[in-house]
């Protein structure tokens, strides 16, 4: 059974005019300031027009959305975060992507835990992370990402496996990373939000600065953390939240089944499948 992101929010917003129906939320963890708040917000709703937020009671974590015009009107955004695949694939392009996202950090870029065995290239508990996923190569393409990569001694092609668009993280926090329970905000001193339970104590502290350095060209796009950001936000704090997918699936166990019967099945099957078929394809 999928987990229920908005059972442990302590934040509530509504339209006035719905005045028992959330149209989203969050749960508030140490970072989050009255303007990162309004940011989310700014994300998920749109208002044709200036407006306010009012607290309902004292300490109450319900607020009301209130126009400040009359006639004004609170739409929730109809955008979706993108599945994520949690598969890890082997192909040749993955192998240059994971040898020259440890290369540049060789650390957990988000805990600051580094990896004592580096130097003997054993990795065990470290692994790279895509920002925007491989799963969603095509998207990249579309969207035209390839040009903010600075790295021009890559690989050609969609260059989504560009170390730029790489972190390399502890293998737990990497697939909090995938859930989108956390992202790391590049507008803001690249600042990590968490928006669960947050287990490693990482809210609020900063992405490590040996991933952005700009004088490096391997190093991090924020573009692609913003993306992430966005994709964060829609899961957590619009609406009743995005189901959060199992992601541990034992050996022998039906994880073909357990995904078509739960919600966006269609979409996480796509998302495997890509992942998978593309790490079979040879790679010249």
């Given amino acids: 059974m999928p987990g229920n992101r908005s059972s442990i929010r302590n934040v509530h917003f509504y339209d006035p005019s719905r005045p028992d129906e959330p149209i989203g939320g969050l749960y508030l963890n140490p970072s989050m300031t ?7 917000l700014n994300i998920v709703i749109h208002v044709n027009g200036p407006y306010s937020v009012w607290l309902r009671g ?7 959305i209130v126009c400040n015009f009359p006639g004004g009107m609170i739409l929730v955004t109809d955008e979706q975060c993108i599945v994520r695949s949690f598969s890890a694939t082997i192909s040749k392009r993955d192998r240059r992507f994971r040898e020259k996202v440890r290369h540049r950090d060789r650390k957990c870029v988000i805990t600051g835990v580094i990896n004592p065995a580096a130097y003997r290239d054993v990795w065990i508990s470290f692994e790279a992370a895509h920002i925007f996923p491989f799963s969603e190569e095509e998207l990249f393409i579309r969207l035209n990402y390839s040009q903010y990569l600075t790295n021009t001694s890559e690989e050609t092609g969609t260059r989504i496996n560009s170390c730029q668009n790489g972190l390399l993280m502890r293998s737990s926090v990497r697939k909090q ?5 956390f992202a790391i905000d590049p507008d803001d001193d690249y600042k990590i939000t968490f928006f669960a339970e947050d287990i490693d104590g990482v809210d609020g502290r900063t992405l490590d600065p ?6 490096d060209e391997n190093s991090v796009v924020n573009e692609f953390l913003r993306w992430h950001f966005r994709q964060a936000v829609l899961a957590n704090v619009k609406g009743s939240g995005e189901p959060i997918f199992e992601s541990d699936f034992p050996d022998g166990s039906d994880m073909v089944g357990e995904i078509l019967s739960g919600p966006r099945a269609s979409e996480r099957i796509e998302a495997e499948l890509f992942s998978r078929l593309n790490s079979a394809s040879p790679i010249p």
């Fill in 34 to 40: 009255r303007k990162k708040f309004f940011r989310l």
């Fill in 58 to 64: 004292a300490d109450s974590g319900h607020y009301d």
């Fill in 177 to 181: 990373f995938d859930s989108y329970n």
């Fill in 210 to 215: 040996v991933c952005r350095d700009p004088r």
